[in-house]
């Protein structure tokens, strides 16, 4: 399944069938003039296919569908990170909470339903209609009700959001009756749901905008427009251009050519679109199964579980066992590439290369002498400071000396008061 020769046999096929026709007109049909004439035209198409970019023009297209299948691989929902904060915030053995956890599992997995079956021909064809959800479970009678009152005028199809915004409004409820304590608790819930969504979202946005058809429509004319020249082309004239004899009945190369470049083509067009029934594409239906029995194992059957400390967990020594088939393998540790490097005694000695700091110099000119110094800004630096320091001291012994006048002198007399 999904293999080389299952994506191209029926194009090879009609090549070869179309190839041994011309070949067969060439060899029993022409006359000797008609050859002549049609080996002309062997050259002349066989120089048209040196002039189409194909590895270009393929590596390009092909490079950007895979990396857009990759990010659509990528943005699948699974409601592990969700379901786990759920069961870690909302505690509790009651009936009232257990089901409170089951039913936003059961909400999770309705929106997986409702989301991928607008997108992917196998959850489609499993889940048709509404009715289908009720049969399996994942709505109740009075939901589907709630479901379909709900009007969405732009597109009536998209009310995948729905089932989120229970689940949101359960975990408001939560916060207000008092089961999640703190509002972290319930934004550390809030984003988690976001996050959930948002894969949704982003595969819709892949859905609704494919790749420009005229990017496919060059890439694949490109293709068969080389092969096409390719049939008459590739002929093998009877004797060739040097008068030789010349008579190879099957194009080896030719063909290889048409696996590489056609498969190479079918890559690109069976990557394009992820989400139909073909061998390559999203195994949704399996990933729902998963999702459905993984859910309700998270937020119930190991909620609050774990087993028993015992006393063999303070071992110091723990060592991993080899079986006889992975003991027989060869190891190959990772090791530091600078492992094994030593360096020269004379390298681990200390290099001082100067004293002082390696700063640029300036011209320092001596207001007294006049004279002009180069000087580093070292020792500029040195000089303001060392004159700062001295002009702090002399206002610190003026400030010293007014203040011991001013305790000397004597103080003057207060003021009388008017009778």
Partial sequence: QGSLWKAIWKHLLLFIFLYYCINVVYRFFMTEEQQKIFLRYILIFDDFTKYIPLTFLLGFYVAMIVRRWWAC???ISWPDHLLFNISALIRGSDPETRIIRRTIARYAILTSVLAWRSISLRVLKRYPTDEHLVSSGLMTREELAIFKNIHVKVDPHQKWF???????TMMVRCF????????????VLLDALEKFRNGFFQLFIYDWIAIPLVYTQVSTISVYGYFAFALIGRQYPSINQFEQPVDIYFPVFTILQFLFYVGWLKVGEDLMFPFGADDEDFEFNYILDR??????????????????????????EIELLHTKGSASLS??????HLRKYKMKESEKKIYH?????PMRTSLLTDTHSGKTSAC????????VFTNNEHEGLRRFERDTEGALKAASSPAPPYPSLGT
Avoid at 162 to 168: D, F, S
């Fill in 291 to 316: 999702n459905l029995e993984v859910a309700f194992l998270i937020v119930d059957d190991l909620h609050n579980q774990v087993p028993p400390v015992y006393v063999e967990s303070l071992k110091d």
């Fill in 176 to 187: 207000e009756k008092g089961t999640l304590t703190h509002t972290n608790e319930l934004r």
């Fill in 331 to 336: 190891s190959h540790p990772q090791r530091q």
């Fill in 376 to 383: 580093s800004f070292s020792d500029i630096e040195q000089a």
């Fill in 73 to 75: 691989c990528q943005l």
């Fill in 353 to 357: 290369e100067n004293k002082g700091h």
């Fill in 162 to 168: 729905v089932p989120v915004n229970w689940i949101q």
